[in-house]
T-cell receptor, first 117, second 112 residues
Framework: EAQVTQNPRYLITVTGKKLTVTCSQNMNHEYMSWYRQDPGLGLRQIYYSMNVEVTDKGDVPEGYKVSRKEKRNFPLILESPSPNQTSLYFC????????????????FGDGTRLSIL | GESVGLHLPTLSVQEGDNSIINCAYSNSASDYFIWYKQESGKGPQFIIDIRSNMDKRQGQRVTVLLNKTVKHLSLQIAATQPGDSAVYFCAENFPGGFKTIFGAGTRLFVKA
């Protein structure tokens, strides 16, 4: 089954304790992206990746890191989490970049709920 | 399920009626637009898209209209069903990069 898989689905942790949220897709998509969703704000893009070893900042990259060493994986790293990063996070992928190859819609994972105390 | 928005605009319709959800986008140069549906506890799911060289596109029970003059996008759902109850987001893709901007969302509630 074609899917985007995020882990963990839920995490409660404390300020300053490094954490990684993994994201994996099995559709051989070039493009991957991370979003956070907060009440009334919709989804805001954190980072995106056009292909392996190619990443760039979205609208709200502060406090986050990403890496794209393999095509299928795009982990989101919070080196020193803070309470304002408490949010619902979504990973997404698409067959080509949204701007390349005719613009493709993104496939989303089911989300990761992070609570930073 | 997950709460995706406690203060979203809400549209309440009777089952069988048509629904129209509106969205204002931000960048006049955006060239690709998408509507997503998000159910509780799930990630957004693609419904329909439209490119900037079109003003209307139809799918199964859904139609998207694009008005570039006023930067407005709408989603029409025909014969709305209880299963259509969800939060709906519009999204725009910026040219010259790979950024996607989402609207704040509209909650659709279908009364049986």
């Amino acid at each position: 089954e074609a899917q985007v898989t995020q882990n963990p689905r839920y995490l409660i942790t404390v300020t300053g304790k490094k954490l990684t949220v993994t994201c994996s897709q099995n559709m051989n998509h070039e493009y991957m992206s991370w979003y956070r969703q907060d009440p009334g704000l919709g989804l805001r893009q954190i980072y995106y990746s056009m292909n392996v070893e190619v990443t760039d900042k979205g609208d709200v990259p502060e406090g986050y890191k990403v890496s794209r060493k393999e095509k299928r994986n795009f982990p989101l790293i919070l080196e020193s989490p803070s309470p304002n990063q408490t949010s619902l996070y979504f990973c997404a992928s698409s067959l080509s970049s949204p701007l390349g190859g005719g613009n493709q819609p993104q496939h989303f994972g089911d989300g990761t709920r992070l609570s930073i105390l | 399920g997950e709460s995706v928005g406690l203060h979203l605009p809400t549209l309440s319709v009777q089952e069988g009626d048509n629904s129209i959800i509106n969205c204002a986008y931000s960048n006049s140069a955006s060239d690709y637009f998408i509507w997503y549906k998000q159910e509780s506890g799930k990630g957004p799911q693609f419904i329909i898209d439209i490119r900037s060289n079109m003003d209307k596109r139809q799918g199964q029970r859904v139609t998207v209209l694009l008005n570039k003059t006023v930067k407005h996008l709408s989603l029409q759902i025909a014969a709305t069903q209880p299963g259509d109850s969800a939060v709906y987001f519009c999204a725009e893709n910026f040219p010259g990069g790979f950024k996607t901007i989402f609207g704040a969302g509209t909650r659709l509630f279908v009364k049986a």
